[in-house]
């Protein structure tokens, strides 16, 4: 999947350096709902079970071919979501120096689509931490809907105390 500017793509055991240079950045996992990543191993790992599989994907940007995120979509992660029956969660964040450049939002656009085009999945949940505007922005820009619903999530990074917004698209 691609754009002119980024590309998704399966992550590499070689993409722990860069996926650690990021995820150990404590506003990045604590915006996402985890901790901050403690070495190049903990990355390692990280890309060797959570990242490893096929709905999750490393954001590249085509000129530099760089890391700069994650996307990706699947069951809960023992999140607090209210999910429909069948009905995946959608996650993805991006390094702190690409925030606030619509990285984000470009990769969510392109992952709806592929979704659309090669699943029959009725519909998708996510959600933001309240105080984490931007990516709620994100998602309304990709047609998410704001469920009226708040949840907290005991299981999340900081997230027993903080406000789950919930949001919902109907793509079929």
């Known amino acids: 999947?691609?754009?002119?500017?980024?590309?998704?793509?399966?992550?590499?055991?070689?993409?722990?350096?860069?996926?650690?240079?990021?995820?150990?950045?404590?506003?990045?996992?604590?915006?996402?709902?985890?901790?901050?990543?403690?070495s190049r191993e903990e990355s390692l790992e990280i890309i060797r079970t959570v990242f490893h599989n096929p709905t999750t994907w490393a954001i590249v940007l085509k000129e530099t071919g760089k890391v700069v995120g994650a996307i990706g979509y699947g069951p809960s992660c023992d999140c607090s979501l209210p999910c429909r029956e069948g009905?995946?969660?959608?996650?993805?964040?991006?390094?702190?120096?690409?925030?606030?450049?619509?990285?984000?939002?470009?990769?969510l656009q392109i992952m709806i689509e592929h979704i659309r085009k090669t699943t029959?999945?009725?519909?998708?949940?996510?959600?933001?931490?309240?105080?984490?505007?931007?990516?709620?922005?994100?998602?309304?820009?990709?047609?998410?809907?704001?469920t009226g619903e708040t949840t907290f999530d005991k299981n999340l990074y900081g997230g027993a105390d903080r406000p789950i917004r919930v949001l919902r698209l109907d793509i079929r």
């Not at 793509?9 to 709902?33: C, F, I, K, N, Q």
């Not at 959608?90 to 990285?103: D, F, L, N, S, T």
């Open 1 to 38: 999947m691609e754009t002119d500017r980024i590309l998704l793509r399966h992550w590499h055991e070689s993409d722990a350096d860069v996926l650690y240079e990021y995820a150990s950045e404590p506003e990045v996992g604590e915006r996402a709902g985890w901790p901050p990543h403690k």
């Open 87 to 107: 009905e995946p969660i959608v996650g993805y964040w991006v390094g702190k120096p690409y925030w606030g450049m619509g990285i984000c939002t470009e990769a």
């Open 120 to 146: 029959k999945i009725p519909s998708l949940i996510s959600g933001h931490f309240a105080d984490n505007s931007a990516s709620g922005r994100v998602m309304e820009k990709c047609g998410f809907i704001a």
